[in-house]
């Protein structure tokens, strides 16, 4: 028999790994279903965890986690100077709109993945832990590459803040922002060809691929229910955790000829990535405009529907309509506000989240005992509680 699985965030998850809605939780049913659906049923169901999982977050409880900015500030910490060599002009506003959101006040999210990762790839490598340059090096590129997308967004969605700032095409107008965005993925672009490995080449390109086709696909929405969570989830991967899963990927691919290693960096960074994006999308919800950095219900107002929004509609089916009609109808942004948080949809986001993180931990502790590694793990949880 069927389960029900309306009302539940395990069929929209089911959905988009399979195609379909309704899957049964038979010993056949559950054999048929793709591996990461079938450790989140488990781990959902408290089914004994080691004899799926193998090494994975449990076996770690008791594991002496290191705090994961810390540990990796040492190779952080000329990171944004670094950054604004690459961006050398002799255009004064040129540079003054490139340096603009490097000015070292971030909390450098991304570089610091990369960096733990390859610290912890290297070591797995029987290699010292410390970073070769070609490593280093994608942390900045990563960095630039995320920077560049956030000057676009901006210019897109016609934001006015980011991280606390006036946005650069309020300050400057969206011309100079957008040429400041195309400069910045340039000097990327150039700094990861001086790196010299095509592998690394071809991975990193696929995120520029990834966060233009995942622009487009906000742009629109699905009329099937079960489609249009498949489509946010591809959509989430493409703008956020691309970059995330394919930098930890190449700084894997820089120190290990091992392709089970190189998809071991790229499914902690997807998992963790994803997880991130889930995370925001809550706070849209939860957090006030002062700590996010932006004002709240932003989302909302853009005309998009998240993961919160997405459940939401199992408890209120009238979002269906305000979601096709991207909520441009007098009123729609405030009512669709308050049947989210009369809903389970932020707590059944939340929960997603935590199993992403999950996985994202099983996968990294496929590889050898570090200090790294375990900051990698710590990391996880630091994404699901974060408040901004």
Not at 165 to 185: C, M, P, Q, S, Y
Not at 276 to 286: A, G, K, M
Not at 308 to 334: K, N, T, W, Y
Not at 354 to 360: G, I, K, P
Request: proline share 4%.
């Amino acid at each position: 028999m069927a389960a029900p699985w309306r009302h539940c965030w395990r069929r929209y998850y089911y959905a988009a790994v399979t195609g379909t809605c309704r899957p049964c939780v038979t010993p056949a049913g559950l054999l048929a279903a793709p591996p990461a659906v079938i450790s989140l049923l488990f781990s959902y169901f408290r089914w004994k965890p080691r004899l799926l999982l193998g090494r994975c977050r449990w076996t770690h409880q008791d594991a002496k986690l290191r705090d994961p900015f810390s540990l990796a500030q040492k190779d952080l910490k000329d990171l944004y100077e670094d950054i604004r060599k690459e961006l050398l002009v002799s255009r004064a506003e040129l540079k003054a709109l490139c340096d603009y959101y490097f000015d070292g006040k971030g909390k450098a999210f991304r570089p610091m993945i990369v960096v733990l990762m390859a610290r912890a790839c290297n070591v797995h490598g029987d290699r010292d832990g410390d970073l070769l340059p070609g490593q280093r090096s994608v942390a900045m590129i990563s960095e630039m590459i995320h920077t560049a997308s956030l000057v676009h967004d901006d210019v897109i969605d016609g934001s006015d803040k980011r991280r606390g700032k006036t946005t650069i095409n309020e300050v400057w107008g969206e011309r100079k922002a957008i040429l400041a965005g195309d400069f910045i993925l340039s000097a990327a672009s150039m700094a990861l060809a001086r790196i010299g490995n095509n592998a690394v080449v071809s991975v990193l390109s696929q995120v520029v691929e990834d966060l233009v086709r995942g622009e487009f696909m906000q742009l629109g929405s699905k009329e099937n229910e079960n489609e249009r969570f498949k489509h946010y989830l591809e959509k989430t991967f493409k703008k956020t955790a691309s970059l995330i899963a394919n930098s930890c990927k190449a700084v894997s691919i820089l120190v290990n000829a091992d392709p089970e290693v190189h998809e071991i960096a790229f499914q902690y960074g997807r998992n963790v990535g994803i997880a991130f994006q889930l995370v925001d999308d809550v706070l849209d919800f939860t957090s006030c405009a002062s700590l996010l950095g932006k004002p709240s219900a932003a989302d909302l107002r853009l005309g998009l529907a998240t993961g919160p929004v997405l459940f939401a509609c199992q408890q209120f089916p009238e979002l269906h309509a305000m979601i096709m009609r991207r909520f441009s109808s007098s009123g729609d942004v405030d009512r669709a506000w308050s049947y989210v948080l009369q809903s389970d949809g932020v707590e059944q986001t939340s929960y997603l989240a935590q199993r992403y993180c999950q996985e994202a931990v099983r996968q990294i502790s496929r590889l050898r005992p570090s200090p790294e590694r375990d900051a990698l793990i710590q990391l996880t949880q630091l994404v699901l509680t974060r408040d901004k």
